[in-house]
C-alpha cells in the first residue's frame, strides 16, 4: 500500500508520506511472465481450496492514513476524501466517531453517483515505522486503540462498506522495516503481530462489515529469505480466531519462482498481488491471462492495489472489465485522476453528502475478554461477553454457551441484556473434568440477529503433592509445571539409582524445554548401617526428604548446584523423595550417596629389624624395613624415632627419650635408612621407634639396639714444616717477587691451611719483629710440594727489604720461621721490553686438530706473563714458564691463521712474535675398491683401491672362502693380485671379503667393507667367460653387475698395472 504523492503537509503527514511512499515510477507488470512460471494444471491441487467464504466482487479503495491520524488525535485526516491525499473530511470531525461518520458518507456518495459503487476499503489499521508504534500503544491501552475501531465498524455497516482491515502496514528499505529483519518465525516482532491479529479477529468476529482480514502489507523483497514458511506459521497461528479469509497483500514487481509462489499461497484464502502499470495494461488479453491464472490458483484473487505507474492513477476500464469477470475484489490505490482521468466524474467532491437512512437494521457484535483460560481440575474460569451494537436501535439478546466438557457447567450473568451490554460468564469445572483443550461456543442472538464467538478452555490436571510411589527400581516422577501446580505427564521415570541429568538447553525428558518439574519418590535399601552423604544438584530448585523427613530446601533459581547432606541410616529399606523445577534455560538435576568408611584401628606392624652402627664420634646409622599402614599393607604415614643414653628404651620411658625427626614411611617392606648425629663422642645410645598410620594407630615399640660412638682421635699437635726455600726476586722498582715450596699440614704430608708472610726494611726478621712487620696477602697453601708464587707490590724505589714467612693448620699449628730472605727494589724505571718467541709449530707449519703451541720470553728484570693469541682472540696466559698452550685448530676455519705470543715484564713494558700456520682440519677420505675381477686364465681376482693401502692391514682384514689359501701379489699400494692356491673346481662359487677395518697409509679406514662373489669357470679366456658378479657392500648395498666383464689376457703384472681394462 502506498502514499500518493503531495507538495502540502509537514510533522505527521511527511512521517506517513516519508516512510510509506516508495518513490520512482514502476515498470510494466508483464503477467505473461508470471504464467510461464506456472505450471497451472498443477496449482490447484497444491493450494487446496479455500474454506473460507469469498469476499464479495466489488470495488474499494486503499485507506493508508486514515487510522492512523485518528490515534494520534487527528481526527479526519485520510487519504481519500474529499480531494486526495493530505486531506481532511470537510465536516468537523472532534472524534474518532464523527470522523468515521462523515468519512463512510463519501462512500454513500460514490454508491449513488459511481460506476461502479463504491463498497469496500482497504484499511491500515497497524502501523510499524521500526518501533512497533501500534503494538505498543494497543498493548499499554486497549481501549483507546478500540475507541478508534469500533466506530469505524459501526459507520462502515451503516454505509453499506465492506471492510478488509491490513492489521500490520510498515516501512519499506530502512533497517527496523520487516524486510530487513526477514521473516524469523522465532522473533518478538512476529509473536507480536500474531498476538495482536489475533485479538482483533476475535473482537470482530461476528462484525458484518468486515470481509476479510490483510496481515501485512507487502511482505516483500526477499521471498527466499525464509518468507514461504514464515507466512505458513503465521496463517497457522491466527486460523483459530477467525472464519474470514485471510491475505496478504504481494508486491507484484518482485519474480517469484514456481515454488516459492505456490507455496506462499497454500495457506492463504485469497490471493492478492498489488499491481501498478500503464494504460498498455488495460487490455482484454492480458485480463485473459491473470483470469486464466485465477482460475489456476483455484482461489479468489484479490486486485489489493492497482494503480498508474506514477503511484497515484486509476483505471475505471480495468476496474469494470475485472469485476465483470467475477474473478475477485479490487481495490484502486487511489481516487485521485492523476491528470488522466479517474474513477469518478465528481472527484474531487466538496458537495453536500447523503444522510444515513434512518431504517438502518439493527446489528450488533460479540466480543470475549479474554479469549481463552487454563483451569485445573475443579477450578473456574471468566470472561466477559460484550455485544456491541453495530447499527440500528437496541433490543434484547440473550447470552449462552454450550460444547461444554464432561461435569463442566457455564452461567452467565446477565442471561439477557440490550447491546452496546455485557454479561459474565463463569465456567466451573469438576474434579472429574477430562484434560484438555476444548472450543465453546458463546451464542447471543435476539432482534433477529445471532452473533457468536469461541472461548477456548484449557482444563489440566493437578500436580499430585506426594510421589505417587516409592519403588525399588526406579523414581517414579510425576512431571509438572515449574511450580508443580499442573500435571503434565506421569513418564518418563528414572531407571538409575544415582543419576545426572542433564538437559541443557533442550527439552527435559522430551516433553518441554523451561517452565518444568517434577516430584519423584524411590526407595533405598543399604547394606549396613552407617552415615551417609546424600549429594544432591540442580538447575535451578530442588528439596530432598528422607524418610519422611526434610533435609534439603533451595527451592530458588540458581545455576547448576550441589548440596550434601549427612545422616544416619540404619541398614534396610528408606525412602527419598526429590522435588525439582527449571525455570528458563539450563536444566539439570543429579542425586548420588556414599556410606562414611568404617573407623580405621589397624595399627602399623611392629619393626623387628632396627639396627644401629656407629658411624662417628657424633654419630649413629638406623636401618630397618618399613610396615605398612595396616599391619604389613598399605603405607604408614609417620615414625616416632627416639634414643636414650640412660639405658634400654621400654615403652614406659620411650616418651621421655630424645625424639630425632624423620622422612615418612615408604611403602611396605621398604628399606629404610637415616643418620642420627649431635651425640656425645664415646657414648652408648639405646634407639627405638613407633610407626602411626593417618588416624594415628602406634604400632608396638620396635626392637631396641644400642651403639656406642667412637671415641674422638688424639688432638694434632704437629705443625706444618718450616719452610727453608724462600725465594726474593726484585721485579721492579715497586715490586719483589717471593717463590717458595709449601710444606704439609702434619710437617711436610699434607695441606695447610694459612701463610703468614711479613716484610720490613728496618732489617732481618726474627721471631722477636716478625709480629711487628708488614703483613702480605697471599693464597691458601696448595698440597705439599706445590711451587707457591706472590709478588709483593707498593714498595719504595731502591730500597732494601726483608721477608720471611709462617704456615699453620687447622687447629691452628704453627710453623718455626721460614728462612729469611732480601732483595733490593730497583732504583729507575725499567723501560726495556722482554724478548718473546715460538718455539713450535714453525712459521708456514700445516696445522689440525689440538696443536701445542710452545714460546720463551726473557727480560732483565722479571717476566710477568706471556699470552698467546689465535688471530684476535685470546688462547690463554701463563704466568711463568713453561709457556705452552694447546690450541684447537677446529674452532676455526681451514685456511692461514696468525698465532701470536705477547709478553710482558713487571714493568709494564711488552714485546709479540707471531707465526702463520695452514689449518687444514677435511676429514680424512677413506679408501674403498674401485675395481674387482676373476681372471680365469690365471686363477687370481684382481683389486684396485682408490688410494695407497696399508699392505699389512688389508691382508690381515682379507679373507677368501670356501677356498682359504691364497697368496698375495701387489703391483703397488694400490693393485693387489689375489692367486687361489687350493684346488678349485669348474663352476664353483667363491667370495672375497675385505673388512672395513682396513687402512690405508693415512691410517684411515675403508668407507665400507667390500664382498666380491664369482663363479669359478675353465672356458677360454678369448670367450669372455664372466659370470654375473655381485658386489655386495657391508651397508646392505649391493650393486649387481649384469654384464659379462671382459678380461684380456695378461702379459705381465706390471703392464696390467700401467695400463689397466675392464
Not at 365 to 390: D, F, H, I, M
Not at 749 to 763: E, K, L, M, W
Not at 972 to 989: C, K, Y
Not at 1012 to 1021: D, H, L, T
Request: aromatic share 10%.
Amino acid at each position: 500500500m502506498h502514499l500518493q504523492p503531495s507538495g502540502g503537509r509537514s510533522g505527521r503527514d511527511a512521517r506517513s508520506e516519508g516512510s510509506l511512499r516508495r518513490g520512482g515510477v514502476r515498470g510494466p507488470f508483464l503477467v505473461a511472465a508470471y504464467v510461464a512460471l506456472l505450471s497451472l494444471p498443477a496449482l490447484a491441487p497444491i493450494l487446496g481450496a479455500s474454506a473460507a467464504v469469498p469476499p464479495p466482487v466489488e470495488l474499494g479503495v486503499n485507506e493508508t492514513t486514515a487510522f492512523m491520524f485518528a490515534l494520534d488525535g487527528a481526527y479526519g485526516y485520510n487519504q481519500n476524501f474529499p480531494s486526495g491525499p493530505d486531506t481532511k473530511v470537510s465536516a468537523p470531525t472532534p472524534n474518532a466517531d464523527t470522523l468515521w461518520k462523515e468519512y463512510f458518507r463519501y462512500f454513500l456518495h460514490y454508491q449513488g453517483t459511481g460506476t461502479p459503487p463504491l463498497k469496500m476499503v482497504r484499511i491500515a489499521v497497524g502501523f510499524d515505522f521500526g518501533n512497533e508504534e501500534t503494538y505498543s500503544s494497543w498493548k499499554a491501552n486497549p481501549a483507546a486503540y478500540y475507541a478508534v475501531f469500533d466506530p469505524m465498524v459501526t459507520w462502515a455497516a451503516n454505509a453499506g462498506v465492506h471492510l478488509t482491515p491490513v492489521i500490520m502496514h510498515c516501512t519499506q528499505n530502512t533497517a527496523n522495516s520487516w524486510p530487513a529483519n526477514r521473516y524469523v518465525t522465532e522473533s518478538l516482532r512476529t509473536s507480536h503481530l500474531v498476538e495482536f491479529s489475533r485479538a482483533l479477529m476475535t473482537r470482530y468476529e461476528s462484525s458484518s462489515a468486515i470481509v476479510m482480514w490483510d496481515l501485512l502489507n507487502e511482505p516483500t523483497p526477499h521471498p527466499g529469505d525464509g518468507m514461504v514458511p514464515w507466512v505458513a506459521n503465521v496463517v497457522s497461528q491466527v486460523r483459530s480466531a477467525t472464519a474470514k479469509p485471510i491475505t496478504m497483500g504481494f508486491d507484484a514487481e518482485f519474480t517469484f519462482s514456481q515454488s516459492e509462489l505456490t507455496n506462499l499461497m497454500a495457506p492463504l484464502d485469497v490471493w492478492q498481488t498489488h499491481i501498478y502499470a500503464d494504460l498498455a495494461f488495460a487490455t482484454p488479453g492480458n485480463l485473459d491471462i491473470l483470469q486464466s491464472w485465477a482460475a489456476a490458483v483455484g482461489k479468489p484473487w484479490f486486485l489489493g492495489e492497482l494503480g498508474t505507474n506514477i503511484n497515484t492513477g486509476y483505471f475505471p476500464a480495468v476496474t469494470v472489465a475485472w469485476l465483470a469477470r467475477g474473478i475477485g475484489p479490487v481495490g484502486s490505490m487511489a481516487l485521485w485522476n492523476g491528470g488522466i482521468g479517474g474513477a469518478y466524474a465528481d472527484y474531487p467532491y466538496f458537495g453536500t453528502l447523503p444522510a444515513y437512512s434512518t431504517s438502518t437494521s439493527f446489528d450488533f457484535s460479540v466480543s470475549l475478554n479474554p479469549t481463552s483460560g487454563v483451569v485445573l481440575q475443579g477450578q473456574t474460569a471468566t470472561s466477559t461477553v460484550s455485544a456491541t451494537l453495530l447499527s440500528g436501535t437496541g433490543q434484547a439478546v440473550n447470552f449462552t454457551a454450550s460444547g461444554l466438557p464432561a461435569g463442566a457447567g457455564a452461567s452467565l450473568n446477565p442471561v439477557t441484556c440490550t447491546p452496546s451490554c455485557s454479561s459474565t460468564m463463569t465456567i466451573t469445572t469438576a474434579p472429574s473434568t477430562p484434560t484438555g483443550t476444548y472450543q465453546i461456543p458463546v451464542l447471543v442472538g435476539g432482534g433477529g440477529v445471532n452473533r457468536s464467538v469461541t472461548y477456548s478452555l484449557s482444563v489440566n490436571a493437578p500436580c499430585p503433592s506426594l510421589p505417587p510411589s516409592y519403588p525399588s527400581t526406579s523414581w517414579d516422577r510425576v512431571w509438572c509445571d515449574s511450580g508443580l501446580a499442573v500435571k503434565l505427564a506421569d513418564a518418563p521415570d528414572e531407571p538409575n539409582e544415582k543419576f545426572d541429568n542433564n538437559w541443557g538447553r533442550g527439552a527435559v525428558a522430551g516433553i518441554r524445554a523451561d517452565n518444568i518439574g517434577f516430584r519423584s519418590g524411590r526407595t533405598l535399601n543399604v547394606a549396613t548401617a552407617g552415615n551417609y552423604t546424600f549429594t544432591a544438584g540442580a538447575d535451578d530448585g530442588i528439596r530432598m526428604w528422607i524418610d519422611g523427613t526434610a533435609v534439603l530446601d533451595q527451592w530458588i533459581v540458581q545455576a547448576y548446584t550441589t548440596y550434601d547432606v549427612t545422616k544416619a541410616l540404619t541398614a534396610g529399606a528408606h525412602t527419598v523423595r526429590i522435588d525439582y523445577y527449571e525455570g528458563v534455560s539450563d536444566a539439570r538435576v543429579s542425586f548420588t550417596y556414599t556410606v562414611a568408611a568404617l573407623p580405621d584401628t589397624t595399627a602399623p606392624a611392629q619393626v623387628t629389624d632396627l639396627n644401629a652402627t656407629s658411624t662417628g664420634t657424633q654419630s649413629v646409622a638406623l636401618r630397618w624395613t618399613a610396615p605398612g599402614d595396616d599391619g604389613t599393607l598399605g603405607r604408614a604415614s609417620t615414625y616416632d624415632i627416639r634414643y636414650s643414653s640412660a639405658g634400654p628404651i621400654d615403652a614406659s620411658n620411650f616418651p621421655l627419650a630424645t625424639r630425632v625427626t624423620s622422612a615418612p614411611p615408604g611403602p611396605a617392606g621398604t628399606l629404610e635408612s637415616m643418620s642420627v648425629t649431635g651425640l656425645a663422642p664415646a657414648t652408648r645410645y639405646w634407639f627405638a621407634l613407633k610407626t602411626g598410620d593417618e588416624v594415628p594407630n602406634w604400632s608396638p615399640l620396635s626392637n631396641v639396639p644400642d651403639a656406642t660412638t667412637q671415641s674422638p682421635p688424639p688432638p694434632d699437635t704437629t705443625p706444618p714444616a718450616r719452610v727453608a726455600d724462600l725465594n726474593a726476586t726484585a721485579t721492579g722498582t715497586q715490586t719483589v717477587s717471593l717463590r717458595w715450596t709449601a710444606p704439609g699440614d702434619d710437617g711436610s704430608s699434607g695441606r695447610a691451611t694459612t701463610y703468614d708472610a711479613r716484610y720490613t726494611s728496618s732489617g732481618p726478621l726474627t721471631d722477636a719483629t716478625f709480629a711487628s712487620a708488614i703483613r702480605i696477602t697471599t693464597s691458601a697453601p696448595g698440597t705439599s710440594g706445590t711451587a707457591e708464587a706472590v709478588t709483593v707490590a707498593g714498595l719504595s724505589p731502591g730500597t732494601r727489604y726483608w721477608f720471611a714467612l709462617k704456615t699453620a693448620d687447622e687447629v691452628p699449628n704453627w710453623s718455626t720461621l721460614s728462612n729469611v730472605v732480601d732483595a733490593v727494589t730497583a732504583s729507575t724505571p725499567d723501560t726495556t721490553p722482554p724478548g718473546v718467541g715460538l718455539y713450535a709449530p714453525a712459521n708456514g707449519a700445516t696445522a689440525s686438530g689440538d696443536v701445542l703451541v710452545s714460546a720463551w720470553a726473557t727480560d732483565d728484570v722479571s717476566v710477568a706473563s706471556v699470552s698467546l693469541y689465535a688471530d684476535a682472540g685470546l688462547v690463554g696466559t701463563s704466568p711463568s714458564p713453561p709457556y705452552q698452550w694447546t690450541w684447537q685448530s677446529a674452532s676455526v676455519a681451514d685456511g692461514v691463521h696468525r698465532l701470536t705470543v705477547l709478553g710482558g715484564d713487571t714493568s709494564g713494558n711488552s714485546a709479540s712474535a707471531f707465526v702463520d700456520v695452514l689449518v687444514s682440519n677435511a676429514p680424512p677420505v677413506s679408501p674403498r675398491v674401485t675395481f674387482a675381477a676373476w681372471d680365469t686364465d690365471h686363477a687370481w681376482v684382481e683389486i684396485v683401491f682408490s688410494k695407497p693401502m696399508n699392505r699389512t692391514s688389508v691382508e690381515t682384514n682379507l679373507q677368501t672362502t670356501p677356498i682359504t689359501e691364497h697368496s698375495l701379489s701387489w703391483a703397488n699400494d694400490t693393485h693387489l693380485f689375489i692367486v687361489l692356491t687350493g684346488t678349485w673346481s669348474q663352476g664353483q662359487r667363491h667370495v672375497v671379503t675385505i673388512d672395513a677395518a682396513a687402512t690405508d697409509l693415512e691410517g684411515v679406514t675403508m668407507s665400507s667393507g667390500f664382498t666380491y662373489e664369482f663363479q669359478s669357470s675353465q672356458r677360454a679366456s678369448s670367450e669372455f667367460p664372466w659370470s654375473l658378479i655381485n658386489i655386495a657392500l657391508v651397508a646392505g648395498v649391493v650393486l649387481t653387475l649384469a654384464a659379462f666383464l671382459r678380461t684380456r689376457r695378461r702379459r705381465g703384472i706390471a703392464t696390467r698395472a700401467a695400463s689397466p681394462q675392464m
